[in-house]
């Protein structure tokens, strides 16, 4: 693992601490979706609110529109043809990052000409907003910072790699029975005298925070796996098997549907369909920290200094999405999605090269990342009916 300067030791000693006494106010036991909401977004603390570089090569991990600006340009050809569709309208980024595909989405919108009034982003975390700021000093359109998601709004609404941050629970199958996975702290001798946490499986007895929705949560799941023909019913799954999801998910997506009055909701994101993410295969589940490039699955290794991600279940987000009276216009892969832009994708040099094959080839990027794109009032059928989409449509694999 890289090594952790001394004033970095004391970042994470300080979180430690804050997740401690939340920790002792819950009783002891934390959920992990409370745990990682602390490691990442605890203001001034968590991984995605403090200092810390994160995106690209000197950071921890490495996004798609860090590695090539074609990511960008791909994109911009959809939001060209979609704001076009609508007559002109907004583009609003979730949580764009270091603000990178924020500055080449708007420049390749400049050269296509997009009929785009105003580049609208929205970060929760105070720290990425300023470096955004920063960044987009000088753009040739207008660009706000929302707090709140718009009314009425008309127009795309774009988020990278941003569901996979979302705190995530986890549950745990004990003897055919799914047991909530959380957090508790380890004793003093065993921690070497420092704050160290550990696993935690308890019931869903009803005695903690968020139970009832964990009992919920488990029992759709059962009843979805129980409706496909490889169905992983918990009984059968081995003891250890671990899994997750992001609670909020749902909610967070039909605040976003009931946002979009007109225009495109699409979201790119690590991820399967319910029934390949949750496949018995999949004994670890999904959960994955990044530390200056180095991936392990130890979310309680330096909080604050580590980001924490987990797969994200599409099936969830296009039943969302429906129930939200949105219309599921495409599911593909990034591959798809960018190819299909028709965007320039000649290399110029040995590194654009290198650039391309991370995003495209099926072996990094091209496949785990998917795209959802789900629409209201807007009629994309033209744009998706291309070949190459149509080979790599994979909106049956939902199960919706
Ligand atoms: C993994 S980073 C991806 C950043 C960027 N989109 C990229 O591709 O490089 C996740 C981003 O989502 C932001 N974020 C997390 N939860 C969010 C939410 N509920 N709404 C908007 N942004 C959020 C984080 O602060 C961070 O900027």
Redesign the pocket.
Known sequence: MPDVTPAEAEHSLLLKRRIAEAMANAGGWLSFEQYMRLA??EPGLGY??AGAV??GESGD?I????ISPFFARACAQFFDRSLRALGGGDLL??????G??AVDAILAMQELKTPLSRYQM????AD?RARQQALLQQMPVQTDWLYTLPIDFSGVIF????I???PCDRFVIRSGEMWRLGVGQMEAEQADQSIAFEWRARRADGRCAGDEEFLIQTDRLCRSWGSWDLSPAAETLPDGYCGEWQP?LAA?IAALAQSLSAGALVL?DYGLPRNQLYHPDRVVGSLRCHQRHHAHTDPFLWPGLV?I?SWVDFTAVAEAAMAAGLTVSAFTTQMGFLLASGADATPHNAREAQGLRQLLLPGEMGEAIKFIVLSRDLDLTEYFAQDLLVRQDLRDSLGI
Do not use: C, H, I, M
């Not at 980024?93 to 270091?98: D, I, M, R, V, Y």
């Not at 929205?122 to 975390?125: A, I, P, R």
């Open positions: 990442l977004y995605y609110s994160k995106f991990f996004t798609a529109p860090e980024e979730l949580g764009p990052g270091s990178r595909f929205l970060e929760v975390s990425l988020g990278n790699e941003v996979d941050a979302l909020t967070w790119a980001d991600t």
